[in-house]
């Protein structure tokens, strides 16, 4: 067995029996047996990533197993902010009550699902082929909705709702694109489903793209592109906030990997520009359909919902130019991305119990009544609006000009007016939420703000290292094998 | 699958765009998924097959039982009214069902039949979670999407992965289970499973 192939068993085996571990211990433990696991399963993960990352050359590919860079980067993703998500759920759970369950089995829940829909999570960028992809893809449905509407209130069991119905639906329509693939490849068994062979569909051009359509669409459904994204804005909402953290940081890029493995894999079939032209019109109507929202006063967890749509939008863009430039912009995207959002979640449970108001309005003046909170929820957004020097602006530039590099002016040209239309509307809320007029009324002392603190100092290190790199990155070799995809 | 085999599929799924109560509707899915194991049982011929076959069938039995159970627990104090007629609903789904026959290509199933009747039925379940209200339908609209799938798998030319197919079959039940929790407590928040109270979320 292989580095790569233990550690990916072990990735996938501690969390899995933690989550068991979990659901059966006696009440007094399960609290810290989650706590305990969450560091260890978190650097299996950043372990594995530099196995990927190590070797970029010979990545490990098996009928059922894929450890390559861009599965790797996504596991770091997954595996660091999973780790912080667990480690910052007590102070959820302690300021805030009730349960889609009963009382006493409130914790026991939470934390048994929140590691099956890790482990889950984890093992989608390592899914050997696309039929094990969709299955993974689909017990992470079951999964966080169950969390979604973890509180039990009439929103959140709304948001369950919607979430689930639409994306179970879109992902049947999915599973239908992949047995219309599994139909033209010459091979049976679970062989005809790896995505080595998808490239080998022999039914036609018009049946390998109509087949790569319903993919996409599917997968679309879950990733939260326009116009399959309605169930995003009220899931990320309305979730827990470590959950909603999870949800916009690793389970859409996760989905959005196995859409760019499934591209690259179909290319040959249905065409390289065609494959790529869908991706690019999936991120632009994401950018048309997000951007009005940037623009207005929102919840905080609900404006973060609508930065997701856009980031998503923009990442779609990158793997549909497809150049060095913009694969360079996808991997900083990709991890300051993760990082900004999942700190913005993370402040929203001190957000909360500092103004409790904030869960149905638009945060104003938060760093004067709490300057460590406004720090939080300014770095945050500052990152996401695709402020200088922040990493994001970053991204984008690299995105935009790989898009001119792929001779696609016209949606490079049109991305940059809708990035510039977000970046004003954000840039405004920014404003507004850090130092804008305070909002009357007592401010509570906010708990977990000690966490979001520590967090804070760290993602601002993270972001600037992030910023730094990215512009160098374009000539790397990890971008090269990025761009090549499997062997 | 036979031709007759494959519209009996297509008639059973138009009827749960349409019949008015629940338990019907669960029969029908119920009957389908029967037939879909009628017919892989008939045309089994490795273990692998038998397997499958058999893991069809609990599926729908399994599914029939838990959303059965759910029918009995969650009775509507009144009907739920209908938002579009039963009527307008047939028509909507032949109308998307001829529309997407159109315009998918050859599959490469073993017959058109089959395709047509796998298109069908993606379309009805589409056309069931759209239009019905009552968020049990909706689930049987996504199980309805299902069972078009299986038949799919059932007439793939070449053998497909037992595996997968055990692994289709259990997720599917793991989404059933998480919409019947939900169901149940919707009904509870809200005192009825009609989804045209879920509209608060609303931007």
Same mark, same amino acid.
């Given at each position: 067995?292989?580095?790569?192939?233990?550690?990916?068993?072990?990735?996938?085996?501690? #969390?899995? &029996?933690?989550?068991?571990?979990?659901?059966?211990?006696?009440?007094?433990?399960?609290?810290?047996?989650?706590?305990?696991?969450?560091?260890?399963?978190?650097?299996?993960?950043?372990?594995?990533?530099?196995?990927?990352?190590?070797?970029?050359?010979?990545? =490990?590919?098996? =009928?059922?197993?894929?450890?390559?860079?861009?599965?790797?980067?996504?596991?770091?993703?997954?595996?660091?902010?999973?780790?912080?998500?667990?480690?910052?759920? !007590?102070?959820?759970?302690?300021?805030?009550?009730?349960?889609?369950?009963?009382?006493?089995?409130?914790?026991?829940?939470?934390?048994?699902?929140?590691?099956?829909?890790?482990?889950?999570?984890?093992?989608?960028?390592?899914?050997?082929?696309?039929?094990? $992809?969709?299955?993974?893809?689909?017990?992470?449905?079951?999964?966080?909705?169950? &969390?979604?509407?973890?509180?039990?209130?009439?929103?959140?069991?709304?948001?369950?709702?919607?979430?689930?119905?639409?994306?179970?639906?879109?992902?049947?329509?999915?599973?239908?694109?992949?047995?219309?693939?599994?139909?033209?490849?010459?091979?049976?068994?679970?062989?005809?489903?790896?995505?080595?062979?998808?490239?080998?569909?022999?039914?036609?051009?018009?049946?390998?793209?109509?087949?790569?359509?319903?993919?996409?669409?599917?997968?679309?459904?879950?990733?939260?592109?326009? !116009?399959?994204?309605?169930?995003?804005?009220? $899931?990320?909402?309305?979730?827990?906030?470590?959950?909603?953290?999870?949800?916009?940081?690793?389970?859409?890029?996760?989905?959005?990997?196995?859409?760019?493995?499934?591209?690259?894999?179909?290319? #040959?079939?249905?065409?390289?520009? =065609?494959?790529?032209?869908?991706?690019?019109?999936? %991120?632009?109507?994401?950018?048309?359909?997000?951007?009005?929202?940037?623009?207005?006063? @929102?919840?905080?967890?609900?404006?973060?919902?609508?930065?997701?749509?856009?980031? @998503?939008?923009?990442?779609?863009?990158?793997?549909?130019?497809?150049?060095?430039?913009?694969?360079?912009?996808?991997?900083?995207?990709?991890?300051?991305?993760?990082?900004?959002?999942?700190?913005?979640?993370?402040?929203?449970?001190?957000?909360?119990?500092?103004?409790?108001?904030?869960?149905?309005?638009?945060?104003?003046?938060?760093?004067?009544?709490?300057?460590?909170? %406004?720090?939080?929820?300014?770095?945050?957004?500052?990152?996401?609006?695709?402020?200088?020097?922040?990493?994001?602006?970053?991204?984008?530039? &690299?995105?935009?000009?790989?898009?001119?590099?792929?001779?696609?002016?016209?949606?490079?040209?049109?991305?940059?007016?809708?990035?510039?239309?977000?970046?004003?509307?954000?840039?405004?809320?920014? *404003?507004?939420?850090?130092?804008?007029?305070?909002?009357?009324?007592?401010?509570? /002392?906010?708990?977990?703000?000690?966490?979001?603190?520590?967090?804070?100092?760290?993602?601002?290190?993270?972001?600037?290292?992030?910023?730094?790199?990215? #512009?160098?990155?374009?000539?790397?070799?990890?971008?090269?094998?990025?761009?090549?995809?499997?062997? | @699958?036979?031709?007759? $085999?494959?519209?009996?599929?297509?008639?059973?799924?138009?009827?749960?765009?349409?019949?008015?109560?629940?338990?019907?509707?669960?029969?029908?899915?119920?009957?389908?998924?029967? *037939?879909?194991?009628?017919?892989?049982?008939?045309?089994?011929?490795?273990?692998?097959?038998?397997?499958?076959?058999?893991?069809?069938?609990?599926? %729908?039995?399994?599914?029939?039982?838990?959303?059965?159970?759910?029918?009995?627990?969650?009775?509507?104090?009144?009907?739920?009214?209908?938002?579009?007629?039963?009527?307008?609903?047939?028509?909507? $789904?032949?109308?998307?069902?001829?529309?997407?026959?159109?315009?998918?290509?050859?599959?490469? +199933?073993?017959?058109?039949?089959?395709?047509?009747?796998? *298109?069908?039925?993606?379309?009805?379940?589409?056309? /069931?979670?759209?239009?019905?209200?009552?968020? +049990?339908?909706?689930?049987?609209?996504?199980?309805?999407?299902?069972?078009?799938?299986?038949?799919?798998?059932?007439?793939?030319?070449?053998?497909?992965?037992?595996? *997968?197919?055990?692994?289709?079959?259990?997720?599917?039940?793991?989404?059933?289970?998480?919409?019947?929790?939900?169901?149940?407590?919707?009904?509870?928040?809200?005192?009825? %499973?009609?989804?045209?109270?879920?509209?608060?979320?609303?931007?």
């Amino acid at each position: 067995m292989t580095n790569a192939q233990a550690l990916s068993a072990a990735l996938i085996a501690v #969390p899995a &029996l933690t989550a068991c571990v979990v659901a059966l211990a006696p009440g007094r433990v399960v609290r810290r047996a989650a706590l305990a696991v969450a560091v260890p399963t978190g650097a299996v993960a950043v372990a594995l990533a530099g196995v990927a990352l190590h070797d970029l050359d010979h990545p =490990t590919v098996g =009928t059922w197993l894929v450890v390559d860079p861009a599965g790797g980067l996504l596991v770091a993703v997954i595996g660091v902010v999973g780790l912080v998500s667990v480690l910052v759920s !007590p102070a959820y759970l302690d300021s805030s009550q009730g349960a889609v369950v009963r009382e006493e089995r409130r914790e026991r829940t939470y934390f048994a699902v929140l590691y099956a829909f890790w482990t889950v999570l984890l093992a989608v960028p390592l899914a050997g082929n696309v039929g094990a $992809a969709w299955l993974l893809i689909e017990a992470t449905t079951a999964a966080s909705a169950l &969390l979604v509407g973890f509180s039990g209130k009439g929103r959140a069991l709304e948001a369950a709702w919607k979430y689930l119905v639409l994306t179970s639906l879109g992902l049947g329509v999915a599973l239908l694109g992949i047995a219309l693939l599994s139909a033209g490849v010459p091979r049976s068994g679970v062989g005809a489903l790896s995505w080595q062979a998808l490239a080998t569909v022999s039914s036609g051009r018009d049946t390998a793209l109509v087949a790569y359509l319903l993919l996409l669409v599917g997968l679309a459904a879950k990733i939260g592109w326009a !116009p399959v994204h309605n169930w995003l804005p009220d $899931a990320h909402c309305e979730a827990p906030a470590p959950v909603s953290a999870l949800l916009s940081a690793a389970l859409l890029p996760a989905v959005l990997l196995v859409a760019w493995r499934s591209q690259l894999a179909l290319a #040959p079939a249905v065409g390289l520009r =065609t494959t790529q032209t869908v991706l690019v019109g999936f %991120g632009l109507a994401s950018l048309v359909v997000a951007v009005p929202f940037l623009w207005r006063p @929102m919840a905080w967890k609900r404006l973060l919902a609508y930065s997701s749509l856009e980031h @998503m939008g923009v990442l779609a863009l990158g793997i549909g130019f497809a150049t060095p430039l913009a694969i360079a912009g996808v991997v900083v995207h990709l991890g300051a991305h993760a990082v900004a959002k999942a700190l913005g979640f993370y402040a929203a449970t001190p957000l909360l119990a500092h103004d409790p108001r904030a869960a149905g309005h638009a945060v104003t003046g938060i760093g004067r009544t709490e300057p460590r909170l %406004g720090a939080a929820v300014g770095l945050s957004l500052g990152t996401l609006a695709g402020l200088p020097p922040f990493p994001l602006f970053v991204s984008e530039v &690299l995105v935009l000009a790989g898009g001119f590099q792929a001779d696609r002016p016209w949606a490079a040209a049109i991305a940059t007016v809708l990035l510039a239309l977000g970046f004003l509307g954000l840039a405004h809320t920014l *404003i507004e939420t850090t130092v804008g007029k305070r909002r009357s009324g007592r401010a509570v /002392a906010a708990a977990g703000l000690r966490g979001v603190t520590l967090l804070t100092a760290g993602s601002a290190v993270v972001l600037l290292a992030l910023a730094a790199v990215g #512009p160098w990155l374009s000539r790397t070799d990890l971008v090269d094998a990025l761009i090549r995809g499997l062997p | @699958m036979s031709g007759t $085999a494959a519209w009996l599929l297509v008639a059973l799924g138009l009827l749960v765009v349409t019949v008015r109560r629940r338990s019907v509707a669960v029969g029908v899915v119920t009957t389908q998924a029967l *037939i879909l194991f009628g017919s892989a049982l008939s045309h089994a011929t490795t273990g692998a097959d038998v397997v499958a076959a058999v893991a069809l069938a609990v599926r %729908g039995v399994g599914l029939a039982v838990v959303v059965l159970w759910l029918v009995a627990r969650t009775r509507e104090s009144r009907a739920v009214r209908a938002s579009v007629a039963p009527l307008a609903r047939a028509g909507l $789904a032949v109308a998307l069902a001829l529309l997407l026959t159109w315009l998918v290509p050859r599959i490469g +199933l073993d017959s058109r039949t089959d395709e047509r009747a796998v *298109i069908a039925l993606v379309a009805f379940g589409l056309v /069931a979670v759209a239009t019905r209200r009552p968020t +049990l339908f909706q689930i049987l609209g996504i199980v309805l999407v299902e069972n078009g799938l299986a038949l799919a798998a059932l007439s793939l030319p070449r053998a497909s992965s037992l595996a *997968i197919e055990l692994g289709v079959v259990f997720d599917l039940g793991l989404v059933v289970l998480a919409a019947a929790v939900f169901h149940d407590r919707i009904f509870a928040e809200f005192g009825s %499973g009609d989804s045209a109270s879920l509209r608060s979320l609303r931007d």
